[in-house]
């Protein structure tokens, strides 16, 4: 086709909204500005950060990370031989390889505060788990970057 697509978000952190601070509504939108497209090379990540006003004029700051991943190539197609049941592998009409497509895949982070330089190191730091294949619960990444413990003033450090 023309290589555009629509946006699907695959995984969130909460997964469920919070009372105060619901989820906003076709960020998968917002994440392509310029839509949805598959790309014959691979583009360097990109990171930008936008406002969003909701209904009651508070501020959301919404920091994208976006990569780009290689596709997998469709198996070949088979086709049932002289009309029976059995199945043969279709002959390449030619020696080229389908040239390889890249989709973006976008990393979101939706804060009420405005710290982009901690949104692009934070989202960085996920991503290079990802990219790298750690064995560590992305769950566990995002809990320990979202919590920070305060100690109690005059109290064990």
Not at 81 to 95: A, D, V
């Amino acid at each position: 086709g023309s290589g555009d697509g629509q946006g699907q978000i695959l995984q969130r952190f909460p997964e469920k909204d919070w009372e105060d601070n619901p989820f906003p509504q076709g960020i998968e939108l917002f994440c392509q500005p310029s839509g949805w497209q598959l790309f014959p090379e691979r583009n360097p990540p990109t990171f930008f950060v936008a406002v969003l006003t909701d209904i009651n004029s508070e501020r959301h700051y919404c920091a994208c990370f976006t990569f780009w991943e290689a596709l997998e190539t469709p198996p070949p197609q088979s086709h049932p031989r002289n009309g029976e049941g059995e199945e043969e592998e279709e002959e390449p009409s030619s020696p080229v390889q389908p040239a390889q497509l890249f989709a973006p895949k976008s990393l979101v982070l939706v804060s009420r505060l405005d710290h982009a330089e901690v949104f692009r190191n934070s989202l960085g730091l996920i991503y290079t788990i990802y990219v790298d294949g750690l064995s560590v619960s992305l769950e566990n990444v995002i809990g320990n970057l979202l919590t920070c413990t305060i100690p109690i003033t005059g109290g064990a450090q």
